[in-house]
Structure formats: C-alpha cells, structure tokens
C-alpha cells in the first residue's frame, strides 16, 4: 500500500500514482489492478485514502520570474495565499511584501493585504513540488486598485502583448487606459471612465480570438481607430 508521488506534484497520463492496497479511485484516475494510474496531465491532489489530480488544461504553469495578478484568498499571521489561476496557488510572505519591520504580535497583515485584494506580483521561486512563492516588493507590484480584472487564456497572453509591447501599447494608445498583463492570463485594464476600460477589453478580447490573423496588429489599430 504505497503513494507513489509527492501532493502536488506534476504528473502524465498513465503515469503510476500508488500501487496495492485499497484506495478510493478519485478524479482523473483509474484502477489498473493493483495500480493507480492518472489519466491526464496534471497535478496531484491525493487526500487520505483518496489517489486524485487536477488537470492542467486551461490553467497558467507558474514559471519563476513571471508577473502574475492574484487575488488574496487567506490572510496568515505572516503571509498571504493568492489565487494566481493555476492548480498551485501564490504563497507571499511578508519578508517579501514589505521593507518595514514586522512583528505579528503587533501588526496586522491584513493591513497590508486582506482578502478580497487583488495583487501584482512575481514568482521568485517554485519547483513543482510546493506553491510558488511570490513578492511585490519590486517596483511596479503591489496592490491594484480601481479598474476592471479579466480573463483570457495564458498562451494568448504572448499575442497580446506584441512584440516589444506593440499590440498592448496600441490599445492603450486608442482607449487612454493603463493595462497590465499577468502571464497567468489576468489583465488589469482602468480608464479614465467606463466606456475605456470596455473599449480596451472589447479590443484584447478581438485579439484573443482572431490570435492567428496575419497582419494583426494593423488590424486592431484600424478596429480602435474606426470605433467599430
């Protein structure tokens, strides 16, 4: 009666996960005799006597270096957990959060960031085995307040941003918004009123779905300038 892999960690389809043994067969998974078999790429989430894993399709791969926009989801005595939009969530510690002295029997880290915040950071470490931990302590991260969060998918985040910025910086141009792209395919978009910030997801939105249109960033300057 033996687990196999660590929690978390990544695993292929067919891969053996825990072998003899009397398991409970959970998501993702099947019985091959006395094996246990994942039947997708994914992570493992295995709980007590429950052999599971989360699939990766549709979710961001953390890669260290990355900037990501979380959402605080859990608030410790000195660190926050984020969702970042992947099977792993953000770990941020407040060595990582703050320069200032810090002492959790005195301050509260809910000052600095409480639930429902959501947050620019970037991974500074992760090896597929934990959650990758995170800092806003470079320039430019931090919380994000005022504007719109949306969603597109991770591998469309490259087309949207263009080469060297070109796509993001024309629609930023035309909507008179400030924009920044997570990798983990989270977009803060916030104008000068409501009709911008609509104006520039209606844009990113088109790019996202036309991502394989030759000549698209021509395309979307004329779709801005037009106002169609």
Same mark, same amino acid.
């Given at each position: 009666? +033996?687990?196999?892999?660590? !929690?978390?960690?990544?695993?292929?389809?067919?891969?053996?996960?825990?072998?003899?043994? /009397?398991?409970? $067969?959970?998501?993702?998974?099947?019985?091959?005799?006395?094996?246990?078999?994942?039947?997708?790429?994914?992570?493992?989430?295995?709980?007590?006597?429950?052999?599971? +894993?989360?699939?990766?399709?549709?979710?961001?791969?953390?890669?260290?270096?990355?900037?990501?926009?979380? =959402?605080?989801?859990?608030?410790?005595? +000195?660190?926050?957990?984020?969702?970042?939009?992947? %099977?792993?969530?953000?770990?941020? &510690?407040?060595?990582?959060?703050?320069?200032?002295? &810090?002492? %959790?029997?005195?301050?509260?880290?809910? =000052?600095?960031?409480?639930?429902?915040?959501? $947050?620019?950071?970037?991974?500074?470490? &992760?090896?597929?085995?934990?959650? %990758?931990?995170?800092?806003?302590?470079?320039?430019?991260?931090?919380?994000?307040?005022?504007?719109?969060?949306?969603?597109?998918? %991770?591998?469309?985040?490259?087309?949207?941003?263009? /080469?060297?910025?070109?796509?993001?910086?024309?629609?930023?141009?035309? +909507? /008179?918004?400030?924009?920044?792209?997570?990798?983990?395919?989270?977009?803060?978009?916030?104008?000068?009123?409501?009709?911008?910030?609509?104006?520039?997801?209606?844009?990113?939105?088109?790019?996202?779905?036309?991502?394989?249109?030759?000549?698209?960033?021509?395309?979307?300057? !004329? &779709?801005?300038?037009?106002?169609?």
């Amino acid at each position: 009666m +033996t687990v196999l892999v660590k !929690e978390k960690e990544l695993v292929v389809p067919g891969q053996i996960l825990a072998e003899g043994g /009397h398991y409970k $067969v959970g998501a993702n998974v099947i019985k091959d005799g006395e094996y246990y078999r994942s039947v997708v790429l994914g992570i493992y989430t295995g709980s007590g006597n429950t052999i599971s +894993t989360r699939p990766l399709t549709g979710k961001y791969y953390p890669h260290v270096g990355d900037l990501v926009i979380g =959402k605080i989801i859990d608030v410790g005595l +000195t660190m926050w957990r984020l969702d970042i939009g992947s %099977p792993y969530e953000g770990i941020l &510690f407040v060595s990582n959060a703050t320069r200032r002295k &810090f002492d %959790p029997v005195r301050h509260d880290a809910r =000052k600095i960031y409480d639930v429902g915040d959501v $947050v620019r950071a970037k991974i500074i470490a &992760f090896d597929r085995t934990k959650d %990758p931990s995170l800092t806003t302590l470079d320039r430019g991260l931090g919380k994000l307040s005022g504007g719109k969060i949306i969603s597109v998918s %991770p591998t469309k985040i490259s087309r949207i941003i263009g /080469h060297r910025g070109s796509m993001i910086n024309i629609i930023k141009k035309y +909507t /008179h918004t400030n924009i920044l792209v997570g990798q983990n395919g989270r977009i803060w978009v916030n104008g000068r009123d409501i009709n911008d910030e609509m104006r520039a997801i209606e844009a990113i939105r088109l790019v996202e779905k036309e991502a394989l249109r030759s000549g698209l960033t021509d395309y979307i300057e !004329e &779709f801005l300038k037009e106002g169609k």
